[in-house]
């Protein structure tokens, strides 16, 4: 490996910024990694419930939004995941996997960074907690306030505008922006959607597995299956947290800005610029007219039941009774005595269920964010194209992933490739140092 012995100053101690220093260290480098919290890579406590889903076996380009899908490709090739895998196997954190999520085998997210931090230290980076980048000068200067620090090469690594208070506060694009760099609109993703409905208050709590489905939004379906969550303030889960970023950009779309814009879009409030209809379908395994055949036969044996015993055991009952009061029936009414449309649309309403986002929650409660700089104007290998010697790596670059690894994955890989350039080594991920 070229041991260049180029001085490498890392801004942001997240997983991505982690990874770099590690990795340019690793190469030869001199190393310094500036942190503003009072200790790196707090926000890899909280991924996964706290069980640090840190990858999964199937990786493709598909699994992410933003960048160029061949770029992504180019990208992900080297540092996969099997590379990732043999990083932390070397680092001596045992892994477990389940149906291809990875986790450390103690399900305990602070095991990855109790490993990344004695990587860090047996790696020789100087680890500078408690003084956040406020100013990156080409040449290198990195200032943190009034003090100013030398350096070779540059990696900014210092995360998106998801959960600020990790530290990620949206400052890395300031710095990105007055170097001459185009910030694609930031906005929440795998982020809990907010509807307009009243009733939702009565059902806050059900879980269902069902298809949330974006209506009437171009020519692309959004849809996701899985376990739906009801709030009282909207819909959650990992469907809705999987379309997210896509209904932000909906909202954002409709009121006419435009999604390359220069300027950070100012979302944090999560209030949104245009309400988007989603419909709910609450039994995705039975067609419409299954469900009505089934409905005949019931009336054929049970018409002595109360309209809320006909349809007792298809849905949740508190999502039942509600079913059956928007469609105007009365659940102790006899069944038999009951408008038969209205009970057909009962089952219209379990097969479509029709809701209005108004927006998202907050940054404070997305796990990340879409957008950021602009990855038309990056290389891959992490390299500005306008700015030689300055480098990105993790949520800063506007790409993002779904829930199940994958944003930790980016971070690795990308921190890994940042790392790697900027010390002047070009192993591939087959070659990368496990020592």
């Not at 149906?99 to 450390?104: I, K, S, V």
């Not at 490993?115 to 200032?143: D, N, P």
């Amino acid at each position: 490996m070229n041991k260049t012995r180029v001085r490498v100053g890392v801004v942001g101690g997240g997983a991505a910024g982690i990874m770099a220093a590690i990795t340019a260290a690793e190469s030869g480098a001199f190393v310094t990694l500036f942190e503003g919290g009072e200790r790196v890579g707090k926000k890899i406590l909280s991924t996964g419930n706290g069980k640090c889903n840190f990858g999964n076996r199937i990786l493709d380009p598909t699994c992410y939004y933003g960048a160029d899908r061949t770029w992504l490709q180019e990208c992900l090739s080297q540092f996969d995941t099997d590379a990732t895998v043999r990083f932390f196997a070397a680092s001596g954190m045992l892994i477990k996997e389940k149906n291809g999520y990875l986790y450390p085998l103690s399900e305990q997210a602070s095991t990855v960074l109790d490993v990344l931090r004695t990587r860090l230290r047996t790696a020789g980076v100087q680890v500078v907690t408690g003084k956040k980048g406020t100013r990156v000068e080409a040449g290198f200067t990195v200032y943190t306030g009034d003090e100013p620090h030398r350096f070779d090469r540059v990696i900014l690594a210092c995360g998106g505008k998801a959960a600020p208070k990790t530290g990620s506060d949206g400052s890395g694009y300031l710095l990105a922006k007055e170097l001459g760099h185009r910030i694609v609109p930031v906005v929440p993703a795998l982020v809990q959607l907010r509807c307009r409905e009243t009733f939702m208050k009565e059902i806050a709590g059900v879980r269902a597995d069902a298809v949330v489905r974006v209506l009437s939004q171009g020519p692309e379906e959004i849809a996701e299956r899985g376990e739906l969550q009801l709030t009282d303030y909207g819909i959650s889960g990992i469907p809705v947290f999987q379309m997210s970023r896509r209904v932000n950009y909906i909202q954002l779309h409709a009121a006419e800005l435009h999604p390359h814009a220069s300027e950070p879009h100012p979302h944090a409030s999560g209030k949104a610029s245009q309400e988007v209809e989603v419909s709910i379908d609450f039994l995705p395994d039975y067609t419409l007219q299954e469900l009505e055949d089934m409905l005949k036969r019931r009336l054929a044996q049970a018409a002595d039941r109360t309209v809320e015993e006909f349809f007792t055991g298809l849905l949740n009952k508190k999502l039942m009774l509600l079913m059956i009061k928007l469609a105007g029936l009365k659940r102790d009414v006899a069944a038999s005595t009951a408008d038969r449309q209205a009970l057909y649309a009962v089952l219209q309403l379990c097969k479509a269920f029709t809701v209005h986002v108004t927006g998202s929650n907050s940054f404070d409660n997305a796990q990340v964010c879409a957008g950021g700089v602009d990855t038309a104007q990056v290389g891959t290998d992490m390299q500005s194209r306008l700015v030689q010697g300055l480098y990105f790596a993790g949520e800063m670059l506007d790409v993002d992933g779904r829930c199940g690894g994958y944003n930790l994955q980016w971070a690795w890989c990308s921190g890994h490739i940042a790392g790697r350039q900027a010390a002047g080594c070009s192993a591939s991920a087959g070659e990368i140092d496990t020592k």
